[in-house]
């Protein structure tokens, strides 16, 4: 994949908590900006609208200031969005030409445009609407993955409406359309040593190309039994199987950070871009313990370490077997069979890295019965039936992750640009 531009947006940094709802801050001259509407903003999906209003609540009248308005996020390069305004309920749409300028961030990325390109000229008492529209049209780099923050301020200009602007506001926009599920995971896994097939769905709206190119698995067994860091190699394993060779890949279980993803996607997940499978399976050793109030098999990009919405969790329990194995040994046969020769490979683990948890996937529909059959041809009888849903927040995980702490989840959200 490209590398992202390294544009950056004029908005500086605020924290989550101050993002989770439309926000509008007065200005020392009693002015203020304030953003409504955008219930939704799908990739690859139609216009969405709102308005943005400035209001002049002082005694006098402001002849000097512009809005300013600028769109961002962690990555955002300026083809990735489109814009349009319109001056009130009678106006037609005109496009928004976005240009990139400094926020004095590194990570932070996207666009700022002088909506007015002159003065509002605002009397005491007076306010203005204007309309505007956003739509994300698809690219080749990959999509938009967290909220896509709206910044809007009075500024003398364009130059200036970082140092030197007033009445901001703020609005989050939630980027939908992407939803992952684990489909098939055993509901309670046999705590035999064996392999044990399961899938991941990817699923995108709009049929639109998201360009994911690696994820991650997190095996958390629980408060009080569970580490960051997964259960041991002799206790658990995942494999992901390559399509092409039908070779099984060993991959990570732990908390990774984004460069500790190892579920190579590109090679390893199969069907059209708006329904994308992977094939796995999890062999669950005998002395796997799990804390059942908790206990989680995730998939996708680990909360807390940037991105909000590609992420799933499924309930995960295990059951005492007869003819258990000490140690996992995923090709090895059910008790009486004959084993069958199974392609494997071990890549280097990758680095764990502790993170907070937050997070959210949305729901997806349920596998399909070629989806099933293709898991069934690659490593057993049909999937059974998972329990639950599939889908969800990771927020179960409560307080046990939460003692991370701040510091290694912002170590993880400073990530390097995407290839």
């Not at 990771?394 to 989840?409: D, E, R, T």
């Amino acid at each position: 994949m490209k590398i992202r531009h390294a544009l950056v947006a004029s908005a500086v940094l605020i924290s989550s908590a101050a993002l989770a709802a439309p926000a509008a801050q007065a200005g020392t001259s009693g002015e203020s900006t304030s953003f409504t509407g955008f219930s939704s903003l799908q990739a690859g999906g139609p216009w969405a609208e709102g308005t943005v209003t400035v209001a002049n609540t002082s005694a006098v009248e402001d002849t000097t200031n512009h809005l300013v308005l600028t769109l961002g996020a962690d990555q955002l390069a300026l083809d990735q969005v489109a814009m349009q305004y319109a001056d009130g309920p009678a106006d037609s749409w005109k496009p928004l030409a976005l240009s990139a300028a400094d926020s004095g961030s590194v990570q932070y990325a996207g666009g700022t445009v002088d909506l007015t390109g002159a003065p509002l000229d605002l009397k005491p008492g007076a306010s203005h609407t204007f309309r505007l529209r956003i739509q994300l049209p698809q690219t080749a780099q990959q999509e938009i993955d967290q909220d896509l923050q709206l910044r809007g301020v009075l500024a003398p200009d364009l130059a200036s409406a970082r140092t030197s602007s007033t009445a901001a506001g703020y609005l989050n926009l939630k980027v939908g359309g992407l939803g992952v599920q684990v489909v098939g995971l055993p509901a309670p896994i046999p705590a035999d040593g064996r392999a044990h097939p399961f899938q991941v769905r990817i699923t995108t709206a709009n049929g639109f190309d998201w360009h994911l190119d690696r994820a991650s698995f997190f095996v958390w067994a629980g408060q009080g039994v569970g580490q960051m860091s997964g259960p041991s190699a002799c206790d658990a394993e995942i494999d992901v199987q390559d399509p092409a060779t039908k070779a099984w890949h060993k991959v990570g279980m732990q908390a990774a950070g984004f460069d500790g993803n190892d579920v190579d996607l590109v090679k390893w997940a199969t069907g059209p871009v708006s329904d994308r499978v992977v094939n796995a399976r999890i062999s669950v050793g005998k002395n796997f313990k799990v804390n059942t109030a908790d206990s989680t098999l995730g998939f996708g990009y680990y909360p807390g370490e940037g991105p909000n919405y590609f992420w799933a969790s499924q309930k995960l329990a295990v059951a005492p077997a007869a003819d258990a194995l000490d140690c996992v040994n995923p090709d090895a046969p059910a008790p009486g069979a004959s084993a069958a020769p199974v392609a494997a490979t071990t890549p280097a683990a990758a680095s764990a890295t502790p993170s907070a948890a937050h997070g959210s996937a949305k729901a997806s529909a349920p596998a399909t019965a070629s989806h099933q059959a293709s898991a069934a041809a690659s490593g057993g009888g049909e999937l059974a039936s998972t329990g639950s849903s599939g889908t969800g927040t990771i927020a179960g995980l409560g307080a046990a992750l939460l003692a991370a702490g701040a510091g290694v989840m912002l170590l993880m959200r400073r990530r390097g640009r995407r290839a």
